[in-house]
DNA sequence: CCTGAAGACTCAGAAATATAAGT
DNA sequence: TACTTATATTTCTGAGTCTTCAG
């Protein structure tokens, strides 16, 4: 336990010492061989080393849907054309006369070739990952030989956004030593830069946690080298997070009265502050930032909902003041959602969305900045996302007490659990792509179950036969046989039911992401307690990974732990 | 002091990779 | 046992939230 409890440091101070190797660069381009063309307009044309980078960039995302975008196609030759020479400028005008189908196809060879190598060869490269993760993979803060995040700068490549993101297609950069800044502690040995390289800077900031940082070209934002959530700097944030949230379940009945309260209220702009407060509290939404338009996809929050993404329906499937939700959130996820609210704020929306345009803002008086005063004012360290956390981990609590039946084998309590983590899931919205093989695989498990019921009822019919022997003959043989078919009919019931319960649950979890709430919203301390307390073993819940983020809360949590 | 931009950090799902299960 | 395929884990980096800074 002290590992988590070594003394403080004061106002912002992150560490004392941090000594690190630096990132690690990816490798240079490698060109071409010789036999691998480009073509335009149907004849092969030899590209200068940069514009065949790029070219490659393009070919190796051929066969993405992304490719077949305007946007994306218009962006990247745009870029492209920046990087030729200014006789290939002269040449290549059209992105339809290019042609990448031979260097696209040398790519999915090389890659497949690499996919057959021998087992040794295989052996050996991960070897020299390792021997690299080794090396550049950890770091010293404080005493500590701590975990680093991510250690590799990003390759270049073609950027990606989620969504209809305006800049997809863009050219990334290759991020060079001159671009990048080190931070460290003074005494410490400084990372020496690639020969031949210098860095952009090297600095002393104890009161920020990074270790490394680059502006990446795209959106002209940084980027940041950082630990590792086994840290233990990340283990102790994370354990602030879900006190800060502990302690608004102490006030948050306070708060949903006066929320109550300000829907009545006078001024315009407490009314949509409280009201969005509802939302985020009630839907778990996110509160909603402003964006520049035009720089990224168009998602929202609460706060930055339109009037197009709701609709009224003062009745709906025998339901009053239900709103319907529809808009793309963080990830340009859909949110979809019909709600019957409470009738005071369904009259303010009506209010609110009286003589707008559908792309008007629904809480046009209101912003995050705002909300999230109101709300430190409210409880210390209180804000919009904080919310999200309580209603998540509050939810996993209820959830396991109302669904954990002591009397449920593992298995049933394991479903007891996933289920439990679910409805948190549901809650924040955290979805996924349906799994491709997805109908595949749960067709080969129906027919198994098929399967296994068939042999169940074999063995009914194979335990009657043999109890009606021994009914003849009674002799202890009989006697021994019937107890032999009992237990196989017993075993094979068992394995039937562990079958239904991993149908039932992948069935559940088709279009759900269970990760993100495990990860970052369900307080790891609710879930160690009700391992001990039904004699779970932890690793069937966290993985190696998960253990190591969550050692806080495995080494200091008893089972009567309550959120 | 106010405001918008920059900075620092958390959280997000997809893709790549490793491992387990099935044949 | 060797290969293939399904599943679990890890990596990746983009997209949010919230804080801090500069003019």
Redesign the pocket.
């Known amino acids: 336990c002290s590992r988590w409890e070594e003394e403080k440091n004061e106002d ?1 101070v ?1 560490w004392m010492q941090l000594e690190h190797r630096g990132p690690y660069f990816v490798p240079p381009y490698e060109p071409l061989p010789k036999d691998v063309h480009f073509y335009y307009d149907g004849k092969p044309l030899k590209l200068s080393l940069a514009t065949e980078e790029v070219a490659t960039f393009y070919a190796k995302m051929l066969d993405h849907e992304y490719t077949t975008k305007e946007i994306f196609q218009n962006n990247f030759f745009h870029d492209w054309r920046k990087e030729m020479t200014s006789e290939e400028q002269e040449i290549i005008k059209d992105l339809d006369k290019c042609d990448f189908g031979e260097i696209h196809k040398y790519f999915v060879d090389k890659n497949e070739a690499r996919k057959a190598l021998p087992k040794e060869e295989k052996q050996k490269l ?1 070897e020299e990952a390792d021997k690299i993760q080794e090396e550049y993979g950890y770091c010293i803060l404080d005493g500590h030989r701590e975990k680093i ?2 250690f ?1 700068t ?2 270049p ?1 073609l ?5 209809e ?1 305006p800049k997809m297609g863009m050219l ?1 950069k290759r991020i060079m030593p001159e671009d990048v800044i080190i931070n460290c502690s003074k005494d410490s040995k400084i990372p020496k830069p690639p020969e031949g390289h210098k860095w952009k800077e090297v600095r002393f ?1 104890n009161t ?3 270790l490394a ?1 680059w502006t ?1 070209n ?1 959106q002209n934002t ?1 980027k ?1 080298i ?1 630990l590792n959530p086994s840290s233990k700097l ?1 283990g102790e ?1 994370d354990w602030q ?1 879900y006190e800060v949230a502990r302690r608004l379940k102490d006030v948050v009945h306070t708060i949903r009265a006066q929320y109550r309260k300000d829907w009545k209220s006078k001024e315009i702009k407490k009314r949509q502050r409280a009201v969005a407060l509802y939302f985020i509290d009630k839907l778990a939404l ?4 402003e ?1 520049e338009e035009g720089e ?2 168009d ?1 929202v ?1 609460c706060c930055s909902l339109r009037v197009e993404h709701i609709q009224l329906h003062p009745q709906l499937d025998g339901q009053e003041h239900v709103v319907e939700f529809d808009f793309l ?5 859909r949110y979809y959602n019909k709600v019957s609210v409470e009738k005071p704020v369904f009259k303010n929306l009506q209010l609110f969305m009286k003589n707008k345009d559908p792309t008007d803002d629904l809480f046009d008086h209101l912003n ?2 705002f909300l ?1 005063k109101h709300l430190q004012h409210l409880m210390d360290g209180l ?4 919310f999200r ?1 309580y209603n998540a981990s509050i939810t996993l609590q209820e959830q396991l007490k109302a669904l954990t039946n002591p009397e449920d084998n593992i298995a049933g309590k394991l479903l007891s659990y996933n289920r439990a983590n679910r409805a948190v899931a549901i809650l ?1 919205n ?4 349906i799994p491709k ?1 997805f109908a ?2 749960m067709q080969v ?1 129906q027919e198994k179950i098929d399967a296994k019921k068939k042999q169940v009822e074999e063995a009914q019919e194979e335990v009657k036969k043999a109890e009606d022997e021994f009914k003849d003959t009674k002799d202890a043989k009989a006697e021994a046989n019937v107890e032999k078919k009992k237990k196989l009919l017993k075993r094979l019931e068992e394995q039937l039911a562990k079958m239904n319960i991993q149908a039932t649950d992948k069935e559940e979890n088709k279009q759900i ?1 269970l ?2 709430s495990k990860l ?2 369900l307080d790891p301390r609710i879930t160690v307690a009700w391992c001990k307390k039904f004699g779970i073993p932890i690793e069937r819940i966290y ?3 998960q253990r190591e983020k969550f050692a806080w809360a495995i080494d200091m949590t008893g089972e009567d732990f309550e959120f």
């Open positions: 912002g992150k991960k995040g991510n590799k990003e390759p490549g950027f990606r956004g989620r969504g993101h990334k900031d920020v946690t990074w940082s990446e795209i940084l940041y950082m990340k944030k997070k996110r509160a909603g930032n964006k990224t996809a998602t929050g959130g963080k990830d340009s996820i995050t900045t999230n804000t919009a996302k904080v956390t924040c955290h979805q996924r792509s093989t595949k695989s498990l992401a990760g993100t970052n919203y993985n190696k990974t």
